[in-house]
């Protein structure tokens, strides 16, 4: 149940680490582009800090999202061991 559990948490940090990844970021009323793909013709300093904050925010939801799918996925590998070793 608990890799479940992980794995669901995991799977949801995921996708909100995408959806604020691909969602446009707006600084002073410009349109900045998004983490993926800045908008041409910006000034850099304009949305350099805004697109670097939302960086971090989208490296930490995914990077956290892979890390409990990891551990979801060890986890029960785990439980399968030990419930074939056992018996």
């Known amino acids: 149940m608990l890799s479940k559990v992980l794995g669901a948490v995991g799977a949801v940090l995921l996708i909100v680490g995408v959806v604020l990844a ?3 970021v707006h600084a002073g009323g ?3 582009g998004s983490v ?3 908008d041409k013709g910006i000034t ?3 949305c350099d800090a805004r697109l670097s904050s939302r960086g ?3 490296t930490g939801f ?4 892979v890390a ?7 986890l029960a590998a785990i ?3 030990r419930t074939r070793v056992s018996s």
């Open 22 to 24: 691909v969602r446009p």
């Open 30 to 32: 410009d349109a900045c």
């Open 36 to 38: 993926f793909q800045p």
């Open 44 to 46: 850099p300093m304009q």
């Open 56 to 58: 971090t925010l989208v």
């Open 62 to 65: 995914a990077g956290g999202g």
């Open 68 to 74: 409990l799918g990891v551990s979801a996925l060890a």
């Open 79 to 81: 439980r399968d061991r």
